[in-house]
Every structure is written in structure tokens, then in C-alpha cells.
């Protein structure tokens, strides 16, 4: 059974601070995906990670793969109250069909 | 011009109902999906369909049963409802098996009383 260990579960922070999440299996994926659920919606892709070591940015967020593509880190710098909600990461198995393991995701909360 | 629309949004009935739940996508892909998000937030894959061929069967009870008349739509239809079925039940689609961002549907809550 392959599984995606996300930690941590909850963040409660202030605003300005920085922050990381962490994403850690025992199986490779193919690639790893970063999503964001708010209340109320479905997930939302944020970026996709595929080679090993890679690093990705989008604005004050900073994704990166583990070299032997088993984990992935996501880490906010200055984070805002518009970063509050829900962060799944998602793994895609090899050969499955499109399939996604989801992590537990991390409940962020950023107070101003 | 909802990419990946579900009805109902919400769903509360008692056990032992049979229910169903309607997912359509206008973005033209050939891949859907059924996930299950627990009260913990856990998202969890039931079925994919692939040009509407039953592609993943994640283990789920034959309770549930997914229908895909057409490349647009995947429905879920659910057997004698038991407390455990509540959960909320997200529709995604893909480009194809291979394409890697899956676009998630708003969800339906379903409350089993």
C-alpha cells in the first residue's frame, strides 16, 4: 500500500512568517503534485514536480522534489491571510492509470 | 462555463436509500474520477474511467457503482446508504491517463442520518 506521510497536519501562524510543509512516502512517484482546497471547493493544482531535485516557484512558494522522487517540500515565505486554507500533496503512481496518493494534507491558518 | 460541475451539492438522507450523484466536464477529457474526502480531510481515489472504460476500482463496496454514458459524464450511484458513506464526494477529470493535473469538481456532502 503505498502512503504519502504529510506533516504537519495543522499551522496556526502569524502573518509574515515563513513556513514549510513536508511531504514523505517509501514509494517513487512519477511525479508529485501540490494542491490547494479552500472551504467549500475541490482542490485547486498548484504546480507539479517531476524530475528529481527539481525546484519550482510561484510567487512567495517554493516547491521541490527529493532526488529519489519520495518526497517533496513546499515552503511559503512571508506568508499572507490569503494563504490560509487546505495543502495536499498528491503523488502519481507509475503505471496506474492516472492514479493519485494523497498526503493528509496541512490545515494553514495565517492570522494578521 | 463550470469546467467540472456535480449536483447535488449537498445530500442528506437516511440509511438504507439509494442515492445517486450527477458529475459533467465541458473541458473535453477523456479521464474522470470519483474521490472521497473523510471528516479528516483525507482524499481518497474510488474509481476512474478512461473514454468511459472502468480503468481504477479502488477496492470500494459494489455498493457504489459509477456510470459513464459519455466521455462528459460520470455518475455515482450508491446502494443502501450506511452511516460510513458520509463523507464529501469530489468528481475530477484529466486530459487523458497520462496528463498529470487533475481538475476537481465543487464537491457534494453527503449526510447519512
Known amino acids: 500500500t503505498q502512503l504519502l506521510e504529510q506533516s504537519p497536519q495543522f499551522l496556526s501562524i502569524q502573518e509574515g512568517e515563513n513556513l514549510t510543509v513536508y511531504c514523505n512516502s517509501s514509494s517513487v512517484f512519477s511525479s508529485l503534485q501540490w494542491y490547494r482546497q479552500e472551504p467549500g471547493e475541490g482542490p485547486v493544482l498548484l504546480v507539479t514536480?517531476?524530475?528529481?531535485?527539481e525546484v519550482k516557484k510561484l510567487k512567495r512558494l517554493t516547491f521541490q522534489f527529493g532526488d529519489a522522487r519520495k518526497d517533496s517540500s513546499l515552503h511559503i515565505t512571508a506568508a499572507q491571510p490569503g494563504d490560509t486554507g487546505l495543502y495536499l500533496c498528491a503523488g502519481r503512481i507509475y503505471n496506474q492509470g492516472g492514479k493519485l496518493i494523497f498526503g493528509q494534507g496541512t490545515e494553514l491558518s495565517v492570522k494578521p | 462555463d463550470t469546467a467540472v460541475s456535480q449536483t447535488p451539492k449537498y445530500l442528506v438522507t437516511q440509511m438504507g436509500n439509494d442515492k445517486s450523484i450527477k458529475c459533467e466536464q465541458n473541458?473535453?477529457?477523456?479521464?474522470m474520477y470519483w474521490y472521497k474526502q473523510d471528516s479528516k480531510k483525507f482524499l481518497k481515489i474510488m474509481f476512474s474511467y478512461n473514454n468511459k472504460e472502468l480503468i481504477i476500482n479502488e477496492t470500494v463496496p459494489n455498493r457504489f457503482s459509477p456510470k459513464s454514458p459519455d466521455k462528459a459524464h460520470l455518475n455515482l450511484h450508491i446502494n443502501s446508504l450506511e452511516l460510513g458513506d458520509s463523507a464529501v464526494y469530489f468528481c475530477?477529470?484529466?486530459?487523458?491517463?497520462?496528463?498529470?493535473?487533475?481538475?476537481f469538481g465543487p464537491g457534494t456532502r453527503l449526510t447519512v442520518l
Open positions: 475530477a477529470s484529466s486530459q487523458d491517463l497520462a496528463y498529470n493535473e487533475q481538475f
Open positions: 514536480v517531476v524530475t528529481g531535485g
Open positions: 473541458l473535453g477529457h477523456d479521464t
